[in-house]
Protein backbone atom coordinates (compact mmCIF):
# COMPACT_ATOMS: atom_id res chain seq x y z
CA UNK A 1 0.00 0.00 0.00
CA UNK A 2 1.32 3.52 -0.59
CA UNK A 3 2.02 5.79 2.14
CA UNK A 4 -0.03 8.96 2.21
CA UNK A 5 0.63 12.25 4.06
CA UNK A 6 -0.51 15.61 4.42
CA UNK A 7 2.36 17.19 3.34
CA UNK A 8 5.46 16.16 1.70
CA UNK A 9 9.00 18.22 2.05
CA UNK A 10 11.67 17.89 -0.54
CA UNK A 11 14.73 18.77 1.21
CA UNK A 12 16.37 18.35 4.94
CA UNK A 13 18.40 21.80 4.50
CA UNK A 14 17.54 24.84 7.11
CA UNK A 15 13.87 25.74 4.99
CA UNK A 16 12.88 21.82 5.37
CA UNK A 17 13.94 21.57 8.81
CA UNK A 18 12.18 24.66 10.00
CA UNK A 19 8.76 23.85 7.36
CA UNK A 20 8.91 20.32 8.94
CA UNK A 21 8.72 21.76 13.00
CA UNK A 22 6.08 24.25 11.56
CA UNK A 23 3.61 21.29 9.39
CA UNK A 24 4.03 19.00 13.12
CA UNK A 25 2.91 21.93 14.85
CA UNK A 26 -0.44 22.12 12.60
CA UNK A 27 -0.94 18.63 13.46
CA UNK A 28 -0.32 17.06 9.90
CA UNK A 29 1.31 14.21 8.93
CA UNK A 30 4.32 14.89 7.02
CA UNK A 31 7.65 13.10 5.40
CA UNK A 32 10.71 14.58 4.06
CA UNK A 33 12.94 13.21 2.07
CA UNK A 34 16.68 14.04 1.70
CA UNK A 35 18.89 13.15 -1.36
CA UNK A 36 22.21 13.80 1.65
CA UNK A 37 23.11 11.17 4.24
CA UNK A 38 21.71 14.05 6.86
CA UNK A 39 20.26 17.31 7.44
CA UNK A 40 21.75 20.59 6.85
CA UNK A 41 21.87 20.92 2.70
CA UNK A 42 24.49 23.90 1.94
CA UNK A 43 26.12 22.95 4.95
CA UNK A 44 26.39 18.66 4.71
CA UNK A 45 27.55 19.59 1.52
CA UNK A 46 29.77 22.35 1.30
CA UNK A 47 32.26 20.95 3.38
CA UNK A 48 35.46 22.30 1.45
CA UNK A 49 38.46 24.01 2.73
CA UNK A 50 37.85 27.55 4.50
CA UNK A 51 34.23 26.91 4.18
CA UNK A 52 32.13 29.30 6.09
CA UNK A 53 28.95 31.90 6.15
CA UNK A 54 29.20 35.63 5.06
CA UNK A 55 26.53 36.51 7.39
CA UNK A 56 27.20 37.21 10.58
CA UNK A 57 26.29 34.24 12.91
CA UNK A 58 23.79 36.12 15.26
CA UNK A 59 22.09 36.74 11.92
CA UNK A 60 22.54 33.53 10.25
CA UNK A 61 20.50 31.45 12.60
CA UNK A 62 16.99 30.18 12.97
CA UNK A 63 14.05 32.88 15.09
CA UNK A 64 11.38 30.44 15.23
CA UNK A 65 12.28 29.10 18.70
CA UNK A 66 13.58 31.94 21.82
CA UNK A 67 14.77 29.06 23.78
CA UNK A 68 16.83 28.09 21.00
CA UNK A 69 18.09 31.39 20.07
CA UNK A 70 18.97 31.83 23.86
CA UNK A 71 20.91 28.69 24.37
CA UNK A 72 23.28 28.37 21.40
CA UNK A 73 26.58 30.17 22.07
CA UNK A 74 28.45 31.06 18.44
CA UNK A 75 32.03 31.49 19.03
CA UNK A 76 33.60 33.18 15.56
CA UNK A 77 31.64 36.46 14.26
CA UNK A 78 31.01 34.47 10.53
CA UNK A 79 30.74 30.61 11.42
CA UNK A 80 32.89 28.07 9.91
CA UNK A 81 30.46 25.09 7.91
CA UNK A 82 31.71 22.91 10.66
CA UNK A 83 29.53 25.27 13.27
CA UNK A 84 26.58 25.58 11.49
CA UNK A 85 26.51 21.85 10.81
CA UNK A 86 26.59 21.10 14.37
CA UNK A 87 23.81 23.96 15.04
CA UNK A 88 21.78 22.27 12.73
CA UNK A 89 22.24 18.74 14.40
CA UNK A 90 21.27 20.42 17.79
CA UNK A 91 18.18 21.59 16.32
CA UNK A 92 16.85 18.43 14.38
CA UNK A 93 17.85 16.69 17.73
CA UNK A 94 16.21 19.34 20.45
CA UNK A 95 12.49 19.55 17.83
CA UNK A 96 13.13 16.10 17.14
CA UNK A 97 13.29 16.41 13.27
CA UNK A 98 15.31 12.91 12.64
CA UNK A 99 11.95 10.75 12.69
CA UNK A 100 10.16 12.05 9.90
CA UNK A 101 12.68 12.40 6.86
CA UNK A 102 14.48 9.67 4.76
CA UNK A 103 17.73 10.32 4.35
CA UNK A 104 19.88 9.11 1.16
CA UNK A 105 16.48 9.70 -1.10
CA UNK A 106 16.42 11.22 -3.84
CA UNK A 107 12.50 12.66 -5.19
CA UNK A 108 13.18 11.85 -9.25
CA UNK A 109 9.59 12.85 -9.90
CA UNK A 110 6.27 14.58 -8.88
CA UNK A 111 3.18 13.84 -10.25
CA UNK A 112 -0.52 15.50 -9.90
CA UNK A 113 -3.35 14.00 -9.99
CA UNK A 114 -6.30 16.06 -10.73
CA UNK A 115 -9.61 14.54 -9.56
CA UNK A 116 -7.92 13.24 -6.43
CA UNK A 117 -6.37 16.40 -5.84
CA UNK A 118 -3.16 14.62 -4.48
CA UNK A 119 0.61 14.92 -5.47
CA UNK A 120 2.52 11.51 -6.08
CA UNK A 121 6.28 11.81 -5.18
CA UNK A 122 8.53 9.27 -6.96
CA UNK A 123 11.91 8.29 -5.13
CA UNK A 124 14.94 7.07 -7.50
CA UNK A 125 14.64 3.99 -5.95
CA UNK A 126 10.80 3.61 -7.55
CA UNK A 127 9.01 4.15 -4.13
CA UNK A 128 5.50 5.99 -3.96
CA UNK A 129 4.01 8.38 -1.97
CA UNK A 130 0.66 10.18 -1.88
CA UNK A 131 0.11 13.88 -0.48
CA UNK A 132 -1.74 16.64 -0.47
CA UNK A 133 0.97 19.37 -0.64
CA UNK A 134 4.46 19.37 -1.63
CA UNK A 135 6.93 21.66 -0.32
CA UNK A 136 9.73 21.87 -2.35
CA UNK A 137 12.77 23.13 -0.16
CA UNK A 138 15.15 21.58 -2.60
CA UNK A 139 17.58 25.07 -2.34
CA UNK A 140 19.21 27.53 -4.40
CA UNK A 141 22.49 26.38 -4.12
CA UNK A 142 22.19 22.91 -4.38
CA UNK A 143 22.42 21.76 -8.73
CA UNK A 144 26.40 21.37 -8.51
CA UNK A 145 27.40 22.75 -11.75
CA UNK A 146 30.64 20.83 -13.23
CA UNK A 147 31.28 22.26 -16.81
CA UNK A 148 31.71 19.46 -19.38
CA UNK A 149 35.33 20.33 -20.49
CA UNK A 150 36.38 17.12 -23.08
CA UNK A 151 38.63 15.02 -21.47
CA UNK A 152 37.03 14.95 -18.07
CA UNK A 153 36.53 11.33 -17.39
CA UNK A 154 40.59 10.76 -18.59
CA UNK A 155 42.39 12.75 -15.56
CA UNK A 156 44.25 10.40 -13.51
CA UNK A 157 44.05 12.25 -10.03
CA UNK A 158 41.39 12.99 -8.07
CA UNK A 159 38.33 15.38 -8.79
CA UNK A 160 36.28 17.50 -6.43
CA UNK A 161 33.53 19.63 -6.53
CA UNK A 162 33.07 22.35 -3.83
CA UNK A 163 29.50 21.60 -2.64
CA UNK A 164 30.23 17.85 -3.30
CA UNK A 165 33.21 17.76 -1.02
CA UNK A 166 34.04 14.08 1.06
CA UNK A 167 33.29 13.53 4.23
CA UNK A 168 36.65 11.89 4.83
CA UNK A 169 40.06 14.12 4.81
CA UNK A 170 41.18 15.31 1.80
CA UNK A 171 44.92 15.03 1.69
CA UNK A 172 46.58 17.99 -0.52
CA UNK A 173 49.93 18.13 1.23
CA UNK A 174 52.61 17.57 -1.60
CA UNK A 175 50.00 17.79 -4.16
CA UNK A 176 49.76 20.07 -7.43
CA UNK A 177 46.27 21.27 -6.87
CA UNK A 178 44.35 23.15 -9.76
CA UNK A 179 41.38 25.11 -8.48
CA UNK A 180 39.00 26.06 -11.53
CA UNK A 181 36.31 28.64 -10.37
CA UNK A 182 37.01 32.08 -8.51
CA UNK A 183 33.49 32.93 -6.81
CA UNK A 184 33.04 32.82 -3.61
CA UNK A 185 33.40 29.01 -3.52
CA UNK A 186 37.02 29.86 -4.56
CA UNK A 187 37.50 32.84 -3.09
CA UNK A 188 37.03 30.68 0.32
CA UNK A 189 38.91 27.65 -0.84
CA UNK A 190 41.89 28.97 -2.53
CA UNK A 191 43.72 30.94 0.54
CA UNK A 192 43.99 27.09 3.24
CA UNK A 193 44.44 24.94 0.12
CA UNK A 194 47.04 27.23 -0.71
CA UNK A 195 48.46 26.40 2.55
CA UNK A 196 48.94 22.67 2.14
CA UNK A 197 49.07 22.19 -1.24
CA UNK A 198 52.66 21.98 -2.61
CA UNK A 199 51.86 23.84 -5.67
CA UNK A 200 48.22 25.50 -6.56
CA UNK A 201 47.16 26.97 -10.04
CA UNK A 202 43.88 29.11 -9.70
CA UNK A 203 42.52 28.95 -12.94
CA UNK A 204 40.55 32.64 -13.49
CA UNK A 205 37.95 32.98 -16.11
CA UNK A 206 36.57 36.18 -13.95
CA UNK A 207 37.99 37.84 -11.68
CA UNK A 208 35.79 38.26 -8.71
CA UNK A 209 35.35 41.27 -6.18
CA UNK A 210 35.80 40.49 -2.84
CA UNK A 211 35.96 42.04 0.45
CA UNK A 212 37.85 41.39 3.95
CA UNK A 213 35.56 39.19 5.95
CA UNK A 214 37.32 40.60 9.18
CA UNK A 215 36.21 37.63 10.70
CA UNK A 216 36.61 37.46 14.49
CA UNK A 217 36.03 35.22 17.87
CA UNK A 218 32.57 36.54 18.08
CA UNK A 219 32.34 39.11 21.01
CA UNK A 220 30.44 37.45 24.32
CA UNK A 221 29.21 41.00 25.38
CA UNK A 222 27.67 41.72 21.68
CA UNK A 223 25.88 38.14 21.83
CA UNK A 224 24.64 38.70 25.24
CA UNK A 225 23.58 42.33 24.17
CA UNK A 226 21.67 40.62 20.82
CA UNK A 227 20.10 37.90 22.93
CA UNK A 228 18.54 40.47 25.64
CA UNK A 229 16.75 41.59 22.59
CA UNK A 230 16.66 39.27 20.07
CA UNK A 231 13.19 39.74 18.32
CA UNK A 232 13.89 43.54 18.35
CA UNK A 233 17.36 42.82 16.42
CA UNK A 234 15.06 40.12 14.36
CA UNK A 235 12.71 42.94 13.47
CA UNK A 236 15.41 45.43 12.54
CA UNK A 237 17.26 42.58 10.21
CA UNK A 238 13.97 42.26 8.81
CA UNK A 239 13.35 45.74 8.12
CA UNK A 240 16.60 45.84 5.88
CA UNK A 241 16.53 45.35 2.47
CA UNK A 242 18.91 42.65 2.25
CA UNK A 243 17.11 40.89 5.49
CA UNK A 244 20.18 42.07 7.82
CA UNK A 245 23.19 44.04 8.59
CA UNK A 246 20.48 46.57 10.79
CA UNK A 247 23.93 46.96 12.72
CA UNK A 248 25.63 48.17 10.04
CA UNK A 249 22.73 50.18 7.72
CA UNK A 250 23.57 51.50 4.23
CA UNK A 251 24.08 55.24 3.86
CA UNK A 252 21.62 56.70 2.49
CA UNK A 253 23.41 60.03 0.56
CA UNK A 254 24.60 59.80 -2.48
CA UNK A 255 28.16 59.39 -3.39
CA UNK A 256 27.93 62.58 -5.56
CA UNK A 257 27.12 64.78 -2.66
CA UNK A 258 30.44 64.37 -0.74
CA UNK A 259 34.31 65.03 -1.16
CA UNK A 260 37.01 62.82 -2.74
CA UNK A 261 38.25 62.61 1.05
CA UNK A 262 35.15 61.67 2.50
CA UNK A 263 34.42 59.27 -0.33
CA UNK A 264 37.71 57.62 0.41
CA UNK A 265 37.31 57.60 4.02
CA UNK A 266 33.94 56.19 3.79
CA UNK A 267 35.17 53.32 1.73
CA UNK A 268 38.20 52.61 4.28
CA UNK A 269 36.12 52.82 6.71
CA UNK A 270 33.79 50.16 5.38
CA UNK A 271 36.75 48.16 4.06
CA UNK A 272 38.20 47.89 7.51
CA UNK A 273 34.57 47.18 9.38
CA UNK A 274 35.02 43.88 7.36
CA UNK A 275 31.77 41.88 5.36
CA UNK A 276 29.78 43.15 2.36
CA UNK A 277 28.84 46.61 4.10
CA UNK A 278 31.32 48.92 1.32
CA UNK A 279 27.90 48.32 -1.10
CA UNK A 280 26.16 50.28 1.15
CA UNK A 281 28.61 53.08 1.87
CA UNK A 282 26.09 55.58 -0.60
CA UNK A 283 22.73 54.77 -1.90
CA UNK A 284 23.52 54.72 -5.76
CA UNK A 285 26.01 52.00 -5.65
CA UNK A 286 24.12 49.27 -6.83
CA UNK A 287 21.73 51.74 -9.18
CA UNK A 288 24.25 53.92 -10.65
CA UNK A 289 27.45 52.89 -13.09
CA UNK A 290 29.12 55.98 -11.94
CA UNK A 291 28.75 55.75 -8.55
CA UNK A 292 29.52 51.95 -9.19
CA UNK A 293 33.03 52.86 -10.85
CA UNK A 294 34.02 54.51 -7.91
CA UNK A 295 33.53 51.69 -5.51
CA UNK A 296 34.99 49.44 -8.10
CA UNK A 297 38.05 51.66 -7.90
CA UNK A 298 38.65 51.48 -4.66
CA UNK A 299 38.50 47.91 -4.59
CA UNK A 300 40.80 47.43 -7.75
CA UNK A 301 43.36 49.96 -5.60
CA UNK A 302 43.11 47.84 -2.66
CA UNK A 303 44.41 44.90 -5.33
CA UNK A 304 47.07 47.08 -6.54
CA UNK A 305 48.35 47.45 -3.10
CA UNK A 306 47.97 43.66 -1.34
CA UNK A 307 49.40 42.31 -4.15
CA UNK A 308 53.09 42.56 -4.99
CA UNK A 309 53.41 41.17 -8.65
CA UNK A 310 51.96 44.17 -10.89
CA UNK A 311 50.67 41.90 -13.60
CA UNK A 312 48.75 39.26 -11.34
CA UNK A 313 47.13 42.65 -9.33
CA UNK A 314 46.04 43.62 -12.92
CA UNK A 315 44.79 40.06 -13.51
CA UNK A 316 43.08 39.92 -10.33
CA UNK A 317 41.31 43.51 -11.16
CA UNK A 318 37.71 42.84 -11.80
CA UNK A 319 36.65 44.47 -14.61
CA UNK A 320 32.84 44.15 -14.44
CA UNK A 321 30.71 46.22 -12.34
CA UNK A 322 31.17 45.50 -8.25
CA UNK A 323 27.99 44.01 -6.61
CA UNK A 324 26.46 42.72 -9.84
CA UNK A 325 27.84 39.24 -9.45
CA UNK A 326 27.59 38.47 -6.05
CA UNK A 327 29.87 39.89 -3.73
CA UNK A 328 32.53 37.42 -2.03
CA UNK A 329 33.84 37.75 1.38
CA UNK A 330 37.52 36.25 1.88
CA UNK A 331 40.33 35.77 4.60
CA UNK A 332 43.45 36.53 3.01
CA UNK A 333 42.33 36.00 -0.54
CA UNK A 334 44.79 38.64 -2.40
CA UNK A 335 47.11 37.99 -0.21
CA UNK A 336 47.70 34.01 -1.05
CA UNK A 337 48.50 35.64 -4.54
CA UNK A 338 52.15 36.64 -3.23
CA UNK A 339 52.74 33.12 -2.23
CA UNK A 340 56.01 31.40 -4.42
CA UNK A 341 53.67 28.42 -4.68
CA UNK A 342 50.53 29.95 -6.21
CA UNK A 343 50.34 30.74 -9.90
CA UNK A 344 47.33 32.44 -11.11
CA UNK A 345 46.51 30.92 -15.19
CA UNK A 346 44.29 32.96 -16.94
CA UNK A 347 41.42 31.00 -18.86
CA UNK A 348 39.83 34.36 -20.07
CA UNK A 349 42.42 34.37 -22.53
CA UNK A 350 43.77 31.58 -22.97
CA UNK A 351 40.48 29.03 -22.55
CA UNK A 352 40.79 25.78 -21.07
CA UNK A 353 40.52 23.77 -23.90
CA UNK A 354 41.13 19.91 -22.24
CA UNK A 355 41.47 17.47 -19.29
CA UNK A 356 44.47 15.53 -19.83
CA UNK A 357 45.37 12.48 -17.89
CA UNK A 358 48.35 14.88 -16.51
CA UNK A 359 46.48 18.23 -16.17
CA UNK A 360 44.36 21.03 -17.85
CA UNK A 361 45.18 22.02 -21.26
CA UNK A 362 44.47 25.95 -21.87
CA UNK A 363 45.95 26.99 -25.53
CA UNK A 364 48.76 28.43 -23.63
CA UNK A 365 50.09 25.10 -22.25
CA UNK A 366 49.87 22.48 -19.91
CA UNK A 367 49.91 22.27 -16.04
CA UNK A 368 50.34 18.71 -14.63
CA UNK A 369 48.11 18.22 -11.77
CA UNK A 370 46.99 15.57 -9.11
CA UNK A 371 44.51 17.08 -7.67
CA UNK A 372 41.20 19.06 -10.11
CA UNK A 373 39.02 21.14 -7.82
CA UNK A 374 36.17 21.82 -9.27
CA UNK A 375 34.81 25.67 -7.39
CA UNK A 376 32.33 25.94 -10.87
CA UNK A 377 28.89 26.58 -9.06
CA UNK A 378 25.66 25.35 -9.30
CA UNK A 379 22.77 25.76 -11.51
CA UNK A 380 21.35 28.26 -9.28
CA UNK A 381 17.59 28.60 -8.37
CA UNK A 382 15.81 26.98 -11.04
CA UNK A 383 17.69 23.76 -10.89
CA UNK A 384 17.26 21.86 -8.29
CA UNK A 385 13.29 21.51 -8.82
CA UNK A 386 14.43 21.17 -13.10
CA UNK A 387 16.19 18.34 -12.05
CA UNK A 388 13.06 16.76 -11.07
CA UNK A 389 10.28 15.62 -13.66
CA UNK A 390 7.24 17.51 -11.79
CA UNK A 391 4.27 17.39 -13.36
CA UNK A 392 1.03 19.50 -12.94
CA UNK A 393 -2.35 19.85 -13.93
CA UNK A 394 -3.20 17.80 -17.45
CA UNK A 395 0.27 16.14 -16.74
CA UNK A 396 2.39 19.80 -17.64
CA UNK A 397 5.88 19.50 -17.12
CA UNK A 398 7.29 22.01 -14.96
CA UNK A 399 10.49 22.49 -17.86
CA UNK A 400 8.04 23.16 -20.34
CA UNK A 401 6.07 25.45 -18.17
CA UNK A 402 9.30 27.41 -17.36
CA UNK A 403 10.95 26.90 -21.20
CA UNK A 404 11.45 31.09 -21.32
CA UNK A 405 12.95 31.46 -17.36
CA UNK A 406 10.99 30.47 -14.35
CA UNK A 407 7.27 32.10 -13.88
CA UNK A 408 6.09 32.51 -10.26
CA UNK A 409 3.39 33.92 -8.26
CA UNK A 410 5.50 35.75 -5.26
CA UNK A 411 8.18 33.09 -5.82
CA UNK A 412 6.15 30.95 -3.79
CA UNK A 413 3.61 29.65 -6.38
CA UNK A 414 3.08 28.27 -9.91
CA UNK A 415 0.41 28.25 -12.01
CA UNK A 416 -1.02 24.48 -13.68
CA UNK A 417 0.84 23.13 -10.07
CA UNK A 418 -2.28 23.18 -7.58
CA UNK A 419 -1.09 22.28 -3.85
CA UNK A 420 3.30 22.88 -4.72
CA UNK A 421 5.10 25.27 -2.82
CA UNK A 422 8.37 26.33 -3.61
CA UNK A 423 10.40 27.84 -0.84
CA UNK A 424 12.99 30.80 -1.59
CA UNK A 425 11.58 29.87 -5.02
CA UNK A 426 12.87 32.68 -8.25
CA UNK A 427 10.79 35.66 -7.89
CA UNK A 428 11.08 35.82 -3.93
CA UNK A 429 14.49 37.57 -2.21
CA UNK A 430 15.66 34.63 -1.36
CA UNK A 431 19.71 34.82 -2.63
CA UNK A 432 19.79 38.88 -2.32
CA UNK A 433 19.10 38.40 1.48
CA UNK A 434 20.10 36.47 4.69
CA UNK A 435 18.26 33.39 3.61
CA UNK A 436 17.71 32.28 7.15
CA UNK A 437 15.24 35.44 7.08
CA UNK A 438 13.58 34.53 4.24
CA UNK A 439 13.47 31.07 4.83
CA UNK A 440 11.41 32.07 8.03
CA UNK A 441 9.20 34.06 6.44
CA UNK A 442 8.44 31.28 3.68
CA UNK A 443 7.76 28.67 6.23
CA UNK A 444 5.37 30.90 8.52
CA UNK A 445 3.52 32.21 4.82
CA UNK A 446 2.75 28.48 3.84
CA UNK A 447 2.20 27.59 6.61
CA UNK A 448 -0.39 30.32 7.72
CA UNK A 449 -1.57 29.21 4.27
CA UNK A 450 -2.06 25.38 4.89
CA UNK A 451 -4.04 26.81 8.46
CA UNK A 452 -6.23 28.64 6.36
CA UNK A 453 -7.51 26.06 3.92
CA UNK A 454 -7.48 24.04 6.75
CA UNK A 455 -9.56 26.08 8.70
CA UNK A 456 -12.02 26.93 5.81
CA UNK A 457 -12.33 23.39 4.30
CA UNK A 458 -10.73 24.09 0.99
CA UNK A 459 -8.75 21.43 -1.13
CA UNK A 460 -6.51 23.09 -3.63
CA UNK A 461 -4.70 26.42 -4.10
CA UNK A 462 -3.05 27.07 -7.00
CA UNK A 463 -1.65 30.51 -8.52
CA UNK A 464 -3.24 32.31 -11.26
CA UNK A 465 -1.91 33.13 -14.55
CA UNK A 466 -3.04 36.79 -14.07
CA UNK A 467 -1.16 37.15 -10.85
CA UNK A 468 1.77 35.36 -11.67
CA UNK A 469 2.34 37.04 -15.08
CA UNK A 470 2.02 40.50 -12.75
CA UNK A 471 4.37 39.66 -10.55
CA UNK A 472 6.92 38.55 -12.92
CA UNK A 473 6.94 42.11 -14.81
CA UNK A 474 7.39 43.59 -11.06
CA UNK A 475 10.15 41.11 -10.13
CA UNK A 476 11.83 42.32 -13.88
CA UNK A 477 11.00 46.14 -13.51
CA UNK A 478 12.80 46.00 -9.98
CA UNK A 479 15.73 44.43 -11.55
CA UNK A 480 15.85 46.99 -14.10
CA UNK A 481 15.78 49.95 -11.71
CA UNK A 482 19.27 48.60 -10.39
CA UNK A 483 22.58 47.36 -11.86
CA UNK A 484 22.21 43.33 -11.04
CA UNK A 485 20.84 42.91 -14.63
CA UNK A 486 23.64 44.01 -16.26
CA UNK A 487 26.64 40.78 -16.60
CA UNK A 488 26.77 37.69 -16.34
CA UNK A 489 25.89 36.37 -13.14
CA UNK A 490 24.12 33.11 -11.93
CA UNK A 491 21.49 35.23 -10.75
CA UNK A 492 20.59 35.48 -14.30
CA UNK A 493 21.33 31.82 -15.19
CA UNK A 494 24.46 33.03 -17.20
CA UNK A 495 26.83 30.82 -15.60
CA UNK A 496 25.01 27.79 -17.15
CA UNK A 497 25.36 27.20 -20.63
CA UNK A 498 22.04 27.59 -22.42
CA UNK A 499 19.80 28.26 -19.55
CA UNK A 500 17.25 31.18 -20.59
CA UNK A 501 18.64 34.73 -19.01
CA UNK A 502 16.09 36.13 -16.39
CA UNK A 503 16.84 37.51 -13.64
CA UNK A 504 15.42 35.28 -10.93
CA UNK A 505 15.39 36.89 -7.74
CA UNK A 506 13.49 39.73 -6.28
CA UNK A 507 15.32 43.21 -5.04
CA UNK A 508 14.08 43.89 -1.43
CA UNK A 509 13.09 42.22 1.24
CA UNK A 510 10.35 44.18 3.35
CA UNK A 511 8.46 45.54 0.31
CA UNK A 512 8.28 41.71 -0.69
CA UNK A 513 6.89 40.58 3.04
CA UNK A 514 4.41 43.53 2.88
CA UNK A 515 2.74 42.15 -0.34
CA UNK A 516 2.83 38.57 1.12
CA UNK A 517 1.15 39.31 4.36
CA UNK A 518 -1.25 41.46 2.02
CA UNK A 519 -2.20 38.32 0.06
CA UNK A 520 -2.64 36.14 3.05
CA UNK A 521 -4.89 39.22 4.64
CA UNK A 522 -7.46 38.81 1.48
CA UNK A 523 -7.94 35.67 1.58
CA UNK A 524 -4.91 34.66 -0.65
CA UNK A 525 -5.82 36.95 -3.41
CA UNK A 526 -3.90 36.02 -6.55
CA UNK A 527 -4.53 31.95 -5.79
CA UNK A 528 -7.74 30.23 -6.99
CA UNK A 529 -8.87 28.31 -3.73
CA UNK A 530 -11.09 24.89 -4.39
CA UNK A 531 -13.64 24.04 -1.61
CA UNK A 532 -13.47 19.72 -1.17
CA UNK A 533 -15.33 18.93 -3.72
CA UNK A 534 -16.34 21.87 -5.83
CA UNK A 535 -15.24 23.53 -8.57
CA UNK A 536 -13.10 26.54 -7.44
CA UNK A 537 -14.11 28.72 -5.09
CA UNK A 538 -12.46 31.95 -5.96
CA UNK A 539 -10.63 33.20 -8.85
CA UNK A 540 -9.29 36.06 -8.26
P1 LIG B 1 19.73 23.75 0.86
O1 LIG B 1 20.56 23.99 2.04
O2 LIG B 1 20.39 23.80 -0.47
O3 LIG B 1 19.01 22.35 1.06
C1 LIG B 1 18.27 21.75 0.03
C2 LIG B 1 18.33 20.26 0.24
O4 LIG B 1 17.43 19.66 -0.70
C3 LIG B 1 19.71 19.67 -0.04
O5 LIG B 1 20.16 18.98 1.09
C4 LIG B 1 19.49 18.72 -1.20
O6 LIG B 1 20.25 17.54 -1.09
C5 LIG B 1 18.00 18.45 -1.10
N1 LIG B 1 17.43 18.09 -2.39
C6 LIG B 1 17.48 18.79 -3.55
N2 LIG B 1 16.83 18.12 -4.53
C7 LIG B 1 16.36 16.99 -3.96
C8 LIG B 1 15.62 15.89 -4.46
N3 LIG B 1 15.24 15.83 -5.74
N4 LIG B 1 15.30 14.88 -3.61
C9 LIG B 1 15.69 14.92 -2.30
N5 LIG B 1 16.42 15.94 -1.79
C10 LIG B 1 16.74 16.96 -2.61
N6 LIG B 1 23.18 32.06 2.38
C11 LIG B 1 23.24 33.07 3.26
O7 LIG B 1 22.22 33.70 3.52
N7 LIG B 1 24.41 33.38 3.89
C12 LIG B 1 25.54 32.70 3.66
O8 LIG B 1 26.58 33.02 4.20
C13 LIG B 1 25.52 31.63 2.73
N8 LIG B 1 26.62 30.90 2.49
C14 LIG B 1 26.55 29.89 1.57
C15 LIG B 1 27.70 29.15 1.35
C16 LIG B 1 27.70 28.16 0.39
C17 LIG B 1 28.92 27.36 0.15
C18 LIG B 1 26.54 27.94 -0.38
C19 LIG B 1 26.53 26.89 -1.46
C20 LIG B 1 25.39 28.65 -0.13
C21 LIG B 1 25.38 29.61 0.87
N9 LIG B 1 24.25 30.35 1.19
C22 LIG B 1 24.29 31.35 2.10
C23 LIG B 1 22.96 29.99 0.60
C24 LIG B 1 22.41 28.75 1.34
O9 LIG B 1 22.11 27.83 0.36
C25 LIG B 1 21.22 29.14 2.22
O10 LIG B 1 21.66 30.05 3.21
C26 LIG B 1 20.52 28.00 2.94
O11 LIG B 1 21.42 27.10 3.50
C27 LIG B 1 19.56 27.31 2.01
O12 LIG B 1 18.83 26.36 2.71
P2 LIG B 1 17.73 25.48 1.97
O13 LIG B 1 17.25 24.51 2.96
O14 LIG B 1 16.78 26.37 1.30
O15 LIG B 1 18.52 24.77 0.79
P1 LIG C 1 30.03 30.89 -8.68
O1 LIG C 1 29.91 32.15 -7.94
O2 LIG C 1 29.06 30.61 -9.75
O3 LIG C 1 31.51 30.84 -9.23
C1 LIG C 1 31.88 29.84 -10.13
C2 LIG C 1 33.25 30.15 -10.67
O4 LIG C 1 33.62 29.13 -11.59
C3 LIG C 1 33.30 31.46 -11.46
O5 LIG C 1 34.53 32.07 -11.23
C4 LIG C 1 33.17 30.98 -12.91
O6 LIG C 1 33.72 31.86 -13.85
C5 LIG C 1 33.99 29.71 -12.83
N1 LIG C 1 33.68 28.79 -13.90
C6 LIG C 1 32.52 28.13 -14.13
N2 LIG C 1 32.63 27.36 -15.21
C7 LIG C 1 33.89 27.52 -15.67
C8 LIG C 1 34.59 26.98 -16.77
N3 LIG C 1 34.02 26.14 -17.62
N4 LIG C 1 35.88 27.37 -16.94
C9 LIG C 1 36.45 28.24 -16.10
N5 LIG C 1 35.84 28.78 -15.04
C10 LIG C 1 34.56 28.42 -14.84
O7 LIG C 1 29.97 29.62 -7.67
P2 LIG C 1 30.39 29.53 -6.13
O8 LIG C 1 31.70 30.17 -5.94
O9 LIG C 1 30.22 28.13 -5.72
O10 LIG C 1 29.31 30.43 -5.41
C11 LIG C 1 27.92 30.30 -5.72
C12 LIG C 1 27.13 31.01 -4.66
O11 LIG C 1 27.07 30.21 -3.47
C13 LIG C 1 27.71 32.31 -4.19
O12 LIG C 1 27.50 33.37 -5.07
C14 LIG C 1 27.03 32.47 -2.86
O13 LIG C 1 25.69 32.86 -3.01
C15 LIG C 1 27.06 31.05 -2.34
N6 LIG C 1 28.30 30.85 -1.58
C16 LIG C 1 28.49 31.60 -0.45
C17 LIG C 1 29.65 31.45 0.27
C18 LIG C 1 29.91 32.27 1.48
O14 LIG C 1 30.77 33.11 1.46
N7 LIG C 1 29.22 32.04 2.55
C19 LIG C 1 30.62 30.56 -0.15
C20 LIG C 1 30.39 29.81 -1.29
C21 LIG C 1 29.22 29.97 -2.01
P3 LIG C 1 32.79 32.95 -14.59
O15 LIG C 1 32.50 33.97 -13.53
O16 LIG C 1 33.60 33.43 -15.70
O17 LIG C 1 31.54 32.22 -15.03
Known sequence: MTDEFDVVIVGAGVAGLQMLHKVRELGLTVRVFEAGGDA???????????????????????????????????????????????YIDHVVERFDLRRDIRFDTRIAALTYDEPAARWTARTEAGDEVVARFVIMATGCLSAANVPEIAGLETFAGEIYHTG???????????KRVGVIGTGSSGVQSIPVIAEEAEELYVFQRTAAYTLPAGNQPLDAELQAAVKADYAGFRARNSAMPSAGLARFPPNPASVFLVSDREREAAFEYRWQRGGPVLLGAFNDIMVDKAANDLAADFVRRKIRQIVK?????????????????????????YETFNRPNVHLVDVASAPIQQITPGGIRTSAGDHELDVIVFATGFDAMTGPLLRIDIRGRGGLPLKEKWSAGPRTYLGLGVPGFPNLFTMTGPGSPSVLTNMMVSIHQHVTWIGGCLKYLADNDISAVEATTEAT??????????????LFPSCNSWYLGANIPGKTRVFMPLFGFPAYAQTCAEVAANAYEGFTLTRSGMAPAQAT
Open 40 to 86: GGTWYWNRYPGARCDVESLEYSYQFSEELQQEWEWTERFATQPEILS
Open 164 to 174: RWPHGPVELSG
Open 309 to 333: DPDVAALLSPKQLIGCKRICLDTGY
Open 469 to 482: DAWVLHVNEVADRT
